[in-house]
């Protein structure tokens, strides 16, 4: 992608999901260094996000059964 693509998604992605806008905002001015660290930041947080999701769909079926 280009800077100016990038730049474009960024401004697409802050309309949709104001509440992230602050961990986007710079994403196209990192270096090599700070991307990496950004990447694997994300993968754990997807993760995590995975894990939360699945113990509240757990809680809710648990207490539908109850």
């Known amino acids: 992608m280009t800077k100016v693509e990038i730049k ?9 999901h104001p509440k992230f806008a602050a961990e986007v905002e ?3 001015n990192l ?3 700070e991307t990496v660290k950004g990447y694997l930041w994300c993968e754990v947080l997807q993760k995590l ?5 699945k113990n ?3 809680e809710k ?6």
């Open 61 to 66: 079926v648990a207490a539908a059964t109850q």
């Open 8 to 16: 474009a998604k960024i401004t697409e992605f802050k309309t949709k």
């Open 31 to 33: 270096d090599l260094n």
């Open 26 to 28: 710079d994403i196209s």
């Open 56 to 58: 509240l769909v757990e």
């Open 49 to 53: 996000s995975k894990f939360h999701a």
